[in-house]
């Protein structure tokens, strides 16, 4: 599998995104994907999550303002970011794993997932 980012920009507080990831293919039906994010001295955190049957998880700073989606059809992850907040500044990360089942633990966990794609960039400033 093969990930592809894109959507990220420079954005007011209070403004919308939408970001999306592109996999290239999916090898089972099986799998975990989500969003991550990574501020300039910070460490990776778990942003929005979801497993292949549609449980989803969110980082308590994003619930009421995120959501995650999946179009199975075009292969894409979807990341609706609404009011932005300077502190949601940083790259985006999408990530995968082809995985059974193994527990709400591991969707948030970064060291959890192995495919990963290249970032893509959210600044929100006034």
């Known amino acids: 599998v093969q990930l592809v980012e894109s959507g990220g920009d420079s954005v007011q507080p209070g403004e919308s995104l939408r970001l999306s990831c592109v996999a290239s293919s999916y090898t089972s039906s099986r799998f975990y994907m989500g969003w991550f994010r990574q501020a300039p001295g910070k460490e990776r955190e778990g942003v929005a999550s979801?497993?292949?049957?549609?449980?989803?998880a969110y980082t308590d700073s994003v619930k009421g303002r995120f959501t995650i989606s999946l179009d199975s059809a075009k292969k894409t992850l979807w990341l609706q970011m609404n009011s932005l907040k300077p502190e949601d500044t940083a790259i985006y990360y999408c990530?995968?794993?082809?995985?059974?089942?193994?527990?709400?633990?591991?969707?948030?966990?970064?060291?959890?997932?192995?495919?990963w794609g290249q970032g893509t960039q959210v600044t929100v400033s006034s």
């Open positions: 990530a995968a794993r082809m995985s059974s089942w193994s527990g709400w633990q591991r969707l948030l966990a970064p060291t959890w997932y192995n495919v």
């Open positions: 979801m497993y292949s049957d549609g449980t989803t």
